[in-house]
């Protein structure tokens, strides 16, 4: 889909939307703990998105023909899951892993977008660290998201906050952010590394999801035959955070935040 600029209607329904949003992960990390099962953490999502007068978009999504329709309402990723990881009664949280929750949700038939990595009970230092420096990349990429830049803007302050201070976490390639608003995902394609300059024109009223994905190991990843897990080739951890943010003709506003 092409690039969309919101309308002034379409940014008040995707900031009640992301208020919605926000509220919603902050409960779930609330519940996250040992034995709690991934599946129980999508039900609890589903329940409370519909309880929002709002629909789950990820449930049954289908990016194209190829891929099989999406079963959960909730993507929970566990320690070297990346992305989309499935939620299964069998996946039961552990002290010290890294859990990943990434919800999509239609409000008034618009689309928010939004993940976080959670820190569960006695996680290693270099785990918890990765997850303080994500948080961290994310905020930079957000600052460089401004009308007159290019997503390559973001892509490099990302990828520079990366390999300052020798930090040079695994910068998944193969994933990236995207538009998102009218749609579960729209153009521009928004990735994680960079040059200034480069890419698209971030224009007012445009709405992008930024989601940064850093791995302990390399960057390398395996797509699973599941058709939408995702984890790091070496088995190593991984964290990864979203945010859905609204361009503007000055600070970028950060919707999926209360």
């Known amino acids: 889909m092409a690039i969309t600029i919101k309308t002034p209607e379409q940014i008040e329904i995707l900031r009640a939307a992301g208020k919605i949003h926000a509220e919603i992960l ?13 599946q129980f953490l999508n039900d609890e999502a589903d329940r409370m998105v519909r309880e929002a007068g709002a629909e789950p978009s990820f449930l049954n999504y289908q990016p194209d023909h190829t891929y099989p329709k999406y079963p959960a309402s909730l993507c929970v990723s566990i320690n070297q899951e990346i992305v989309h990881g499935i939620p299964k009664p069998d996946m039961i949280i552990q002290n010290g892993d890294l859990v990943s929750i990434d919800l999509g949700l239609k409000y008034k038939n618009m689309f928010t977008d939004s993940a976080r990595t959670v820190i569960v ?3 290693s230092d270099d785990k918890k660290q990765m997850v303080y420096d994500i948080r961290e990349a994310l905020a930079r990429g957000i600052d460089a998201a401004r ?3 290019t ?6 302050a990302i990828e520079s906050f990366n390999n300052q201070n020798n930090k ?11 538009g998102v608003g009218i749609e579960v995902h729209e153009d521009p394609y928004v990735p994680n590394y960079g040059k200034p300059g480069q890419g698209a024109k971030l224009k007012a009223g445009m709405v992008l999801a930024i989601e940064p994905m850093f791995n302990l190991g390399t960057s390398d990843v395996v797509f699973h035959d599941d058709g939408y897990t995702v984890t790091t080739a070496d088995g190593a951890a991984s964290a990864h955070v979203e945010h859905t943010v609204l361009i503007t003709d000055g600070e970028p506003e950060i919707l999926t935040k209360l």
Not at 26 to 38: D, H, M, Q, R, W
Not at 151 to 156: A, K, L, P, R, S
């Open 26 to 38: 902050n409960k779930l990390e609330e519940v996250i703990a040992p034995g709690i099962t991934a």
């Open 121 to 123: 009970g006695d996680v």
């Open 147 to 149: 009308a007159g830049n």
């Open 151 to 156: 997503v390559g803007d973001i892509g490099h």
């Open 168 to 178: 040079k976490y695994g910068n998944v390639r193969e994933l990236a952010g995207h």
